[in-house]
Each structure stands twice: as C-alpha cells, then as structure tokens.
C-alpha cells in the first residue's frame, strides 16, 4: 500500500496556487523552550479551537528537565474526529533557535513557517511559506522584564496564528480566563500582547497559504482535561480515604488534581476538618507500605506512580497479593527501563506488574483508553480490589495521563460501593470465621476489619506460610491448598474485571489486539486500511486476566496483530502465554520510541506483514524473530538517501526531532 493511500499527498506549490483551503484538517507544531511558559500558550490555541466546535487534540512532548531544554507541542486540527498522533505537521511555530534547523528540516512541502523575525538567519526552502514576526518590538511595548519576557513573547504567536488561521480573537480571550481561573487582570495583560500581534500580522503578513479554521458543531457537550485528572476525580467517587505517595513524573498530578478535589468534596460540612488523609513518604517503598497498613485497616488506599516506583514496591505488593490486601496502584507509563525517557510514553509494564511479587503472583490490571475510562476505573478499581481482596494496578501512560483529550461528561456510578465479603462481628458469632478459607467456592474468603469486637474476629495478615485459619504453618498440604484457592480467587477475577471492547467486521480475516492509547491510532489505521479494501476486526483489551472472549476472538480470525507501545511485544507474551492453542495466530507488532503510534505506522506495519506472511509459511525467514526497520516500513520514514521519500515524511517528523533509527518488533516468524 502507497503512502498516499494513508493520508494523501503532501500539498504542492502548484496544489496551492488552486485556491484550494485545507480547512480544520491539519496539525501544528509549536517548537520552543521548556520553562518559558509557552504551556499557557499552546493551551489557549488548543482550548479556543475546541471551543470553537472542532475536534482537537494536544500532546506536549518536553524534555526531563526544568527548563532550557527544547520542547514542541503538537496541535491536531480534525473534522473527522481523528485524535491520533499525525506522522507531520503542515505548520511550524518556530520560536526556538535550537531547534529551528531540524524543525524547518521536517516541515512538508507546501507547509508553512512562523518564525521569530529578530533572528538573523533562517533556513531557507522554497517549497515552505515563511512569515517572521518581530517579537522584540512587542516585548518593548509592554515593557516586561526577566522571565515575563519569555512568558509574552509566546502570545506573540498566539495572536500572528489567529490571524493566519482564522481564529477568533473572543475565543482566545475567553479560553486565558479559563487558563488564569478567572482572573481578568492576567488574562488580559496577554491579550492584549495577543491582539497587537494579531493586529500586526493583519497588516504585514499575507494569507497566501491554505490552511483555515472554521466553526464546527462536534464539541457541543465535551468536556476536555487530562487522564491524570480524571483519574483523581474517579478515585473521589470511588470513596478513597487514604492516599500514600512519592512525587513521579508522569504520575504526580493524579496526586495534585486528586487533593484538589478531596478539598473540595471530601470534608466534614459541620467541623470543616479533612475526612481523608494525603501523605508524600520519604520513598516509594515507604508509599506503598502506607497504602497495604491502610488497606488492612479498611480505608480504601491508593497511590499513584511510574515505572521505577512499580519497582521499590514488588515485596510489599507481593506481601498484599498473599495477605490478600485490597490495594489501588495507578502506573502511569513512561520509558524504561531504569530512569529511560521519563517525559516519554509507552506500555513496558505489563509484563512486571502482571507478575509484580517474587513467587507465583498475578495481579488484575485494569487498562484504560480514554478519559471516561480513566474515570470510570478511578472508582471501580477500589471495588475490585475490596472485592477480590487483592492489590488492583490501573496501568494508564504519560500520553494519556498528561496530554489534554475531549470526552463525553462523565457519568454518576450507577451501582454503590462494593466493600466486598467484610463480616460484621453479628457475622462472626453467627458463622465462626475462617479467614482463608473459600466458603462460596468462587476463591475470595470473607475477611473482618480492625475495630470488630467480636473475640474471634481478630487474625494475623501473615506473608508468611498459612493455613485457613490465618494460623502459621509449613504444611505442604496448607501451602499447596492456599496457592490453588488464590488461583481460582484469579479465576474468578476474569468475570469480575471489564470484558474486552469488539468491533467485529464480518468476513474480515484480519484481527487486532490492542489497549490503552493505542486506539485513536487503530481507530484511524482501520479507516484508512478500509477505504483501501482491507477489512479488520478490533478487539481492546479493557483488563487482565483475559476471559472467554479473547480466545473466541482470536479463533475467529485467520491472522491477530497485537499492537502495543513497547519493544519486546508484552501483550502479545502474556497472550501466547495463556493462549498456546492459539499462538500461532497471534503476531506482534510492537513499537517502542517514546512517541504516541500513528496510524501511518499501523497501516504500514499491517501491510508489510501481510505480504510477507505467505513467505513465511513457506520458511523464507527461517525461525525466531525479524526486525524490521525503518526502511521496510515506509510509513515511518527515514532520512537515508534514496529512500524515495520527500523532505518533511521523515523519522524526524515524528516528534522525536533527534533522527534516531527506530526498529520494529515484527513477532515471532512461524
């Protein structure tokens, strides 16, 4: 399949001499410097255009640094509705000198170049439209010092791209109050920086390209905020009353926008005082211990965390998955291993958190996609995990916990809370009580909570060896019994955790798997590999453990791509794992760079791996597994020469703007 057939040619000088508009159907990059404020900026181009009806989608791609470091933030302008990373972008917002070579370099053809006029030299194209704006002069104007010179100078963009775009300047000046929270002082010392740059560019810089902005009716209803944030307000209405924590990017702010709203919702309306504890621990290690004393205790305790926090808390996991302690874990993902690319996404810890804890240990996962799911599992973690008694991971990513995304309002739980089998101390003189033991047959025992004053209520939570009784044994016939009935506690788990999410085309022998923020990518890999006459089936992975349906899925199809963010193919691991009937259907194609996918690279991957599937089954390649590179995939570009590629469709584009080689994880060739 060509690259046009993805997403078009690249617009032309001739195109443009047409008179043709290219209307909300583009994407822009600002490149700037982090620390220099250019946040506030970029959000109010984003929320205006929101606003304004059209489907938007931003993702900040910034350095793991404080500031100096270049930073691009990439703006996604869809009538479609596509909010999936694109392979380019068509407008440049060029204000840092660092950075400007490469990011002229990945501009495509007909793109268009807004630029910093004091600079003494540019890169010159001629395939580019260059407009240069003197941002000293208005710097001057408002007579700001230090770094309030930084902070103005970004609004000076704001208002030359209102101008070159179309965009209102009221819903710029209403998306800076809703920035500033209403305070009308603030929002208006950069307006008005906005509006005499919009002035300017009116009067000197001609329209002569043909990109626009236009209302539309498609955001009527949204709501728009990050994953992080969602998931701070799920966890409210999941009842959380103790949370223990270590600062973590990509993680930190499920924290922040968490105490913010327990602020608001959760205190005693008489005395005023917090019915919630928040506690930032000296370590991770220290965290998570918090939260399974707490959990213990009955409070529903979570903590949030990346990566390399995951790893201080295996053995206080592992002791809360025997002990059977209800735990909430958010693992917001970023690159690893070690510290890797902190200010990166991806899915890495599938795997390890999966099996978290020395021994034999499985954890449920719970994967969410979108910001109502962020939500939604924000509360329905805390019920699994009273529940199943057991620690409950919400494995989400830097991009979607981070980045800003568009959703429906999200909806009030329909069901209460579920604690789960707690005995009252009426329970325990009427019953006796057994702490391990399965009395319904389904592996979850009933468990008491501290305060119970009934004298047989009370029982050691042992990590060490026990019998039914919580009592300390070595048995061989005790431990074997435990470890069976935790397996089928796990068994149990598969009909209690969100089934997968199917969309199933009927005669298609193509299936894919996938989680998490790899669906806006497949949603629009799928359409564009439809409209070429390639039909696919998608099955979303919603939480581990897999049920029933995910085998019947993959019978069903000839051929199952397992997409997912991470080098070695995780996902599809687990899957062959648990599914070895059904190994030989499933192959992976995996992609770890730090960059959301795009569906340019899906299409790409899929195509190429269906070519060359009838090679090998005839063991053209021999055994094990194949990388293939850039080159073989086309859609993912590459800077070699003679690659028949144009400037701009380049591995640079991808807003990685450093050129590195990336390879990708084609399966295991049968």
Same mark, same amino acid.
């Not at 327990?262 to 930032?280: C, D, F, H, S």
């Not at 109502?372 to 991009?399: I, K, M, N, W």
């Given at each position: ?87 380019? !972008? ?40 260059? /407009? ?109 009353? /103790? ?94 291993? !070690? ?30 996609? !979108? ?10 973690? /805390? ?153 696919? !089936? ?14 019947? /899925? ?117």
């Amino acid at each position: 399949m060509s690259i046009d057939a993805i997403e078009g040619e690249p617009l032309t000088q001739e195109s443009r001499a047409d008179g043709d508009l290219i209307i909300n159907d583009f994407s822009i990059v600002v490149a700037t410097a982090n620390g220099t404020g250019s946040q506030t900026s970029n959000l109010a181009i984003l929320r205006a255009l929101f606003k304004m009806g059209i489907p938007v989608s931003g993702k900040n791609i910034f350095p793991s640094n404080i500031q100096g470091l270049p930073t691009w933030y990439h703006i996604r302008v869809s009538h479609e509705g596509y909010t999936a990373r694109r392979h380019t !972008s068509e407008i440049l917002v060029a204000f840092n000198q660092a950075t400007l070579v490469q990011d002229i370099q990945t501009l495509p053809p007909g793109g268009i170049c807004l630029h910093n006029g004091d600079w003494r030299s540019v890169p010159q194209r001629d395939d580019i439209t260059y /407009f240069a704006v003197p941002v000293n002069e208005f710097i001057r104007e408002t007579g700001m010092k230090g770094k309030l010179k930084d902070y103005i100078s970004n609004m000076v963009y704001v208002g030359a791209l209102a101008h070159l775009l179309d965009i209102p300047l009221e819903e710029l000046d209403e998306a800076l109050l809703f920035l500033f929270k209403g305070k009308r002082r603030t929002a208006d010392a950069n307006m008005n920086v906005v509006r005499a740059a919009y002035e300017w560019a009116a009067a000197n810089l001609p329209r002569n390209h043909p990109y626009r902005i236009a209302p539309m009716n498609e955001t009527e209803g949204l709501i728009m905020m990050t994953g992080n944030e969602a998931a701070g307000l799920g966890s409210v209405f999941g009842g959380v009353t /103790f949370v223990g924590w270590y600062p973590i990017t990509p993680s930190t702010s499920v924290i922040d926008s968490l105490e913010g709203y327990l602020k608001q919702m959760r205190r005693n309306p008489e005395t005023g005082e917090a019915t919630y504890a928040i506690v930032q621990a000296e370590d991770e290690l220290a965290a998570i211990g918090m939260v399974v004393g707490a959990g213990f205790a009955g409070a529903r305790a979570m903590t949030a965390t990346s990566g390399p926090g995951i790893s201080l808390m295996a053995e206080f996991v592992g002791l809360a998955y025997f002990a059977e302690i209800p735990a909430v874990i958010w693992d917001i993902q970023r690159v690893g291993p !070690s510290t890797g690319l902190p200010t990166r996404t991806s899915q890495g810890d599938v795997l390890f958190t999966y099996y978290l804890g020395h021994g034999d240990t499985k954890n449920v996962i719970l994967l969410p996609s !979108s910001l109502r799911e962020c939500f939604d599992f924000g509360y329905q973690a /805390f019920d699994l995990a009273d529940t199943l008694q057991t620690p409950v991971f919400v494995l989400s990513d830097l991009d979607l916990g981070m980045n800003n995304w568009m959703s429906e309002p999200f909806e009030y739980p329909a069901e209460p809370i579920k604690r789960g089998k707690v005995l009252t101390a009426a329970d325990v003189a009427e019953h006796g009580f057994a702490r391990y033991k399965d009395i319904d047959g389904d592996g979850i025992p009933y468990r008491t909570l501290p305060g119970n004053d009934h004298p047989l209520a009370a029982y050691f939570a042992r990590g060490t060896g026990h019998n039914e009784k919580a009592v300390y044994s070595e048995r061989p016939e005790d431990w074997k019994n435990n470890m069976a009935r935790l397996t089928h506690k796990f068994n149990t788990a598969r009909d209690l955790v969100p089934g997968p999410v199917i969309d199933e085309v009927e005669g298609a022998n193509i299936g894919i798997i996938a989680y998490g923020t790899t669906r806006p990518a497949i949603d629009e890999a799928r359409d564009r590999l439809a409209a070429a006459g390639v039909a696919t !089936s998608f099955m979303r992975l919603r939480a581990l453990p897999i049920n029933d349906e995910v085998g019947a /899925f993959i019978e069903r199809h000839e051929n199952v791509y397992v997409i997912e963010m991470n080098r070695d193919g995780q996902m599809h691991t687990l899957l062959r794992s648990e599914l070895p009937e059904l190994a030989t259907r499933l192959e992976s194609l995996a992609l770890l760079d730090g960059m959301p996918l795009t569906a340019r690279w899906i299409v790409e991957a899929i195509t190429a791996a269906e070519e060359e599937r009838p090679r090998r089954r005839q063991g053209a390649y021999g055994q094990g597994k194949r990388g293939a590179t850039e080159l073989d995939l086309p859609g993912d570009g590459s800077l070699s020469s003679g690659n028949g590629m144009p400037i701009g469709d380049s591995g640079l584009t991808d807003m990685g703007h450093d050129g590195h080689n990336r390879e990708v994880l084609m399966g295991e060739i049968r």
